[in-house]
T-cell receptor, first 114, second 113 residues
């Protein structure tokens, strides 16, 4: 079983839809969870960051972590064509200090149609 | 705004050539990373560095080496390029105390013929 599993999609939705993006993981040591967004021909950029279980909201975006199920989600409300991008989940046991790295999912390609 | 600059957007090289990919960041980040990104395989860490002249192997270091002589610059070297190294290469950097936030460059699409 891979450490992080993410459905690659592609996912195509109409403008205004609620989008749900998900990742599962197998390493129970993961404590910090991130979502990166990558536009075409660009590098990824950090979108959301959460620690341990629970929800975090930022505008139209909500990140949810369920450590008991080893499952994380990103919800996008009122999706816009500008949300069209690849979304990558990432996680780590501890982001501080040296000798550190993130484990990424493979990314889900999302298209929001006007 | 933090800037991570990769020297080339597109690069075409021949099999067996020595290839240098350069990355410069302007935010005094301690940590720098080299990833490759391939369809269906996602982002894979090649090497990272948490200080000048320090380096650590990532998940796929074979066929690559790195150099970090100055804090702002991290170079990826393909000693003898092969066709299976055709890929998108992404450089990233971060502060040690806020490692969850990686700042990525726009990438170099390398084709090895």
């Amino acid at each position: 079983q891979k450490e992080v599993e993410q459905d690659p999609g592609p996912l195509s939705v109409p403008e205004g839809a609620i989008v749900s993006l998900n990742c599962t993981y197998s390493n129970s040591a993961f404590q910090y969870f991130m979502w990166y967004r990558q536009y075409s021909r660009k590098g990824p950029e950090l979108l959301m960051y959460t620690y341990s279980s629970g929800n975090k909201e930022d505008g139209r975006f909500t990140a949810q972590v369920d450590k008991s199920s080893k499952y994380i989600s990103l919800f996008i409300r009122d999706s816009q064509p500008s949300d069209s991008a690849t979304y990558l989940c990432a996680m780590t046991p501890n982001p501080g200090g040296s000798n550190y790295k993130l484990t990424f999912g493979k990314g889900t390609l999302l298209t929001v149609n006007p | 705004d933090v800037k991570v600059t990769q020297s080339s957007r597109y690069l075409v090289k021949r099999t067996g050539e020595k290839v240098f990919l350069e990355c410069v960041q302007d935010m005094d980040h301690e940590n720098m990373f080299w990833y490759r990104q391939d369809p269906g395989l996602g982002l894979r860490l090649i090497y990272f560095s948490y200080d000048v002249k320090m380096k650590e192997k990532g998940d796929i270091p074979e066929g690559y080496s790195v150099s970090r002589e100055k804090k702002e610059r991290f170079s990826l070297i393909l000693e003898s390029a092969s066709t299976n190294q055709t890929s998108m290469y992404l450089c990233a950097s971060s502060w040690t105390e806020k490692n969850e936030k990686l700042f990525f460059g726009s990438g170099t699409q390398l084709s090895v013929l």
